[in-house]
């Protein structure tokens, strides 16, 4: 991502600076985190302080002052999945990855966070990739669906 | 537009329209403790200390007196048992954040806050947005900013404006009921050029 990119969203939105959120979450969609450079870019051509940015940034858990991973591994720690055995699936991503909550590992391969309820307990333990729901996922089946994602 | 008049205490106090209570009852001389009210700056309501009672059409509530507008014939109270035991709670609160703030120090002894009631959190900043709100509303820099949210927020200088505008100005340092904006300042500038910063200086 550079500058003529995130010249170009700015430019959909007119650069009004109303829509600044949404031009964020754009670049964060985009990019998977928000570059220094891209902020003062916006904050230049939406003539927005970057303290409000920084502010905005560090506020919403959508954004990331901090480079992700290709791929995010979101696993579900609430009551049900507890139970049901997420504390064992959390150790082997673990193991297998290197990274703990809220880290990335150095080939920004994978970024992993834990969450507390993913709406779908039936499921549990329950973990999610890009998106992508795995229910009923074992310790044993962790490995091969971590395989799966280049 | 005409005159409020209304009561404060016993007292009968005019005020001009768009006027606080707090302001009102500043002006008619009459002390409601604040920390995080300024008079330059717009009305916040962070820190709960300036909390009164106000009756008005025969119901009595409790309100931030610095972000309450003035009204006809409103009744307000500034020191009630219920209200001591607020400002005494709020104090305990904040004093479990900045032990060592002389200004929360001065209003315990009045309200018999008790600095250990809470279990400390030292994180040194009430968040009064005090030096944010000065630098952004007055000084129109925003070189210093919250960041995070709920019980992590905290104070942050902005590198890129704050190696800039911060050593010919200052200003909010006085602002600071604690010491920390202060040392948040020497850290930052210490992470951004340390050679300049103050902690290094006695060494040459
Ligand atoms: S650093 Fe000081 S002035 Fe700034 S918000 Fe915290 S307590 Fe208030
Ligand atoms: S002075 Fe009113 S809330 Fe702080």
Redesign the pocket.
């Known amino acids: 991502m550079d500058t003529d990119r995130i010249d170009q969203i700015i430019d959909r939105y007119e650069g009004q600076a109303s829509f600044l959120i949404q031009i964020m979450l754009d670049i964060q969609n985009e990019n998977r985190w928000l570059p220094r450079f891209a902020l003062e870019r916006v904050s230049q051509r939406l003539d927005v302080p970057l303290s409000r940015m920084l502010h905005i940034a560090t506020f919403y858990k959508a954004f990331s002052l901090a480079p992700k991973g290709r791929h995010q591994i979101n696993v579900c720690m609430g009551t049900a999945c507890h139970i049901r055995g997420a504390g064992r699936v959390l150790d082997t991503i673990r193991d297998l990855t290197g990274i703990g909550p809220g880290e990335t590992d150095l080939e920004l391969k994978f970024s992993l966070e834990t969450v507390n309820c993913l709406g779908c307990c039936a499921l549990g333990p329950v973990v999610e990739i890009d998106g992508k729901t795995h229910g009923k996922i074992s310790a044993a089946d962790t490995a091969d669906v971590l395989d799966s994602y280049e | 537009m005409s005159d409020i008049t209304m009561r404060i205490d016993d007292q009968e106090v005019t005020a001009e329209q768009g006027m606080t209570v707090l302001e009102a009852a500043q002006r008619a001389g009459i002390s409601i403790p604040s920390l ?1 009210h300024h008079d330059k700056l717009k009305p916040y309501g ?1 820190c709960r200390l300036c909390m009164v009672e106000v009756t008005a059409k025969n119901r009595t509530k409790l309100v931030v007196s610095c972000v309450y507008g003035a009204e006809q014939d409103l009744v307000v109270k500034t020191r009630s048992d219920k209200i001591d035991k607020i400002r005494k709670t709020v104090l305990e609160l904040l004093l479990a954040r ?1 032990p060592d ?1 002389e200004i929360l120090k001065e209003f315990s002894d009045e309200y018999g806050a008790d600095k250990d009631r809470f279990e400390k959190e030292a994180s ?9 709100r ?1 630098c952004a509303e007055i000084k129109k820099l925003h070189a ?1 900013t ?1 960041v995070d949210r709920g019980y992590r927020k ?2 942050r200088f902005v590198p890129e404006i704050a190696s800039k505008v911060c050593n010919d100005c200052k200003e ?1 340092f006085p ?7 202060q040392a ?1 300042f020497v850290l930052s500038q210490s992470l951004i050029s340390p050679s300049e910063s103050s902690v290094t200086k006695h060494d040459k």
């Open positions: 995080c962070g900045a703030s040194f900043c009430v968040h009064c947005g005090l030096c944010v000065y210093v919250f905290e104070i909010c602002l600071c009921p604690t010491s920390y904006l948040a």
